[in-house]
């Protein structure tokens, strides 16, 4: 099972691009609502209940967790076991008090299901975002397990990354592989034909691939980037292998001896793309000064520049471990107003089936509001009044 996680901001927005799904007359792309807490699907309601939720933590911002579980292509998983699954899957990462949707979608050729919920928790604290991605990575694994569901290699033991929906379609589309896929094979074959790390440089520029480590001034290598094409990519983002610290291994780099080929490298490198040469900074580090070059030269094919900014070095990702994508539902409609949320409750095959019991009414909600929280603005008034009637002494 691979998780893909987001978090943001706009729940509302999240919600959309659910319910539309839930709402939308081709089956194809039709969802189904396994689960809820909410009283209601009315948007006024959900807004309502929302902003009192959100009011016992007016300052947390990014308040929204959204996260999709992926069952394997041919594993057959009911809406039952779904259901179990993901609820179990929401109590480990900490949201077992708070308000939540989860849908079943069905527009793609592998079972899954998409966990909206708010991190406020209704009893005023707020679920940590801290490693959210490689906790949401070892929970998929305990759970593969315990529902004997495929079993999937976790990020840190998967030694090539596999390549993502938009890497497949482009691959299917153009019959050419991606940039990053071409790295893998390239950089692949060079590690199984060579033995040092002369011969691996002049391997790999032979087949048109520059190389780019993160050199010391003292001579000491602590990473490595690939170039192939105008595409950069960090050695993590193309499997374990690739990285540094294995490279080094397999090669038997000694720094003292392998000194001047890595620098001549670095230096045919930047060359290579001398837009970004002129971007030195103090502190920089080699593939951070090269970031403006490539993202240049990446900007002229479109057909990799939706993979780019998933492999590129110098451009934070997202999500990371099994969750990165570049699929359509990446960003799973954060940031986007609503739009066309339904505006009364939807009857028939919509029904909740399996829902727990509704939020508790709005008055033990509002009770459950610590009384240390902000007094609004006329309760403020009239306590200085108050104050200043005391002082004056009437």
């Given at each position: 099972m691979i998780t893909k996680v987001s978090i943001g901001s706009s729940f509302m927005g999240a919600l959309n691009y659910n319910l539309k799904k839930l709402y939308s007359k081709d089956?194809?792309?039709?969802?189904?609502?396994?689960?809820?807490?909410?009283?209601?699907?009315?948007?006024?309601?959900?807004?309502?209940?929302?902003?009192?939720?959100?009011?016992?933590?007016?300052?947390?911002?990014?308040?929204?967790f959204?996260?999709?579980?992926?069952?394997?292509?041919?594993?057959?998983?009911?809406?039952?076991?779904?259901?179990?699954?993901?609820?179990?899957?929401?109590?480990?990462?900490?949201?077992?008090?708070?308000?939540?949707?989860?849908?079943?979608?069905?527009?793609t050729d592998h079972p899954h299901c998409h966990i909206l919920a708010l991190r406020n928790r209704f009893d005023g604290s707020v679920v940590t975002d801290s490693n959210n991605y490689q906790r949401s990575d070892k929970i998929a694994r305990e759970l593969e397990i315990k529902h004997g569901l495929e079993q999937?290699?976790?990020?840190?033991?998967?030694?090539?990354?596999?390549?993502?929906?938009?890497?497949?379609?482009?691959?299917?589309?153009?019959?050419?592989?991606?940039?990053?896929?071409?790295?893998?094979?390239?950089?692949?074959?060079?590690?199984?034909?060579?033995?040092?790390?002369?011969?691996?440089?002049?391997?790999?520029?032979?087949?048109?691939?520059?190389?780019?480590?993160n050199q010391a001034s003292t001579g000491r290598v602590s990473g490595i980037s690939y170039c192939y094409g105008g595409?950069?990519?960090?050695?993590?983002?193309?499997?374990?292998?690739?990285?540094?610290?294995?490279?080094?291994?397999?090669?038997?780099?000694?720094?003292?001896?392998?000194?001047?080929?890595?620098d001549e490298a670095n230096n045919r490198t930047r060359s290579a793309y001398p837009a970004g040469d002129n971007k030195h900074q103090s502190g920089a580090s080699?593939?951070?000064?090269?970031?403006?070059?490539?993202?240049?030269?990446?900007?002229?094919?479109?057909?990799?520049?939706?993979?780019?900014?998933?492999?590129?070095?110098?451009?934070?990702?997202?999500?990371?471990?099994e969750t990165r994508s570049t699929d359509r539902e990446a960003d799973f409609g954060h940031g986007r107003e609503p739009e066309n949320l339904p505006t009364a409750d939807q009857g028939g095959e919509n029904h909740i089936s399996n829902a727990p019991s509704a939020i508790a009414s709005l008055g033990e909600l509002l009770a459950a509001i610590p009384t240390t929280a902000n007094m609004n603005d006329d309760s403020k008034k009239k306590k200085r009044k108050k104050d200043e009637n005391i002082g004056l002494g009437r």
């Open positions: 089956e194809s792309q039709k969802a189904e609502l396994l689960a809820t807490n909410f009283a209601s699907l009315k948007q006024q309601t959900i807004k309502n209940e929302l902003r009192l939720i959100q009011s016992i933590n007016p300052r947390l911002k990014r308040n929204t959204h996260t999709s579980l992926n069952f394997g292509k041919d594993e057959s998983v009911s809406n039952e076991k779904m259901l179990n699954i993901a609820e179990e899957y929401m109590k480990k990462m900490g949201f077992d008090n708070n308000a939540y949707f989860i849908f079943r979608h069905h527009d999937v290699k976790s990020s840190l033991e998967s030694q090539v990354k596999a390549p993502n929906k938009d890497e497949i379609e482009m691959s299917l589309r153009t019959g050419k592989a991606s940039k990053r896929m071409m790295l893998q094979e390239l950089v692949g074959d060079a590690l199984i034909k060579t033995n040092s790390i002369p011969s691996f440089i002049k391997s790999l520029e032979n087949n048109g691939v520059n190389l780019l480590f595409f950069i990519a960090k050695g993590q983002a193309l499997g374990n292998q690739f990285k540094w610290g294995q490279v080094s291994k397999s090669l038997h780099y000694e720094q003292t001896k392998d000194f001047q080929s890595i080699t593939a951070d000064r090269m970031s403006i070059g490539t993202a240049k030269q990446a900007a002229s094919n479109p057909e990799e520049s939706k993979n780019t900014s998933r492999s590129n070095p110098f451009e934070p990702s997202k999500v990371s471990f």
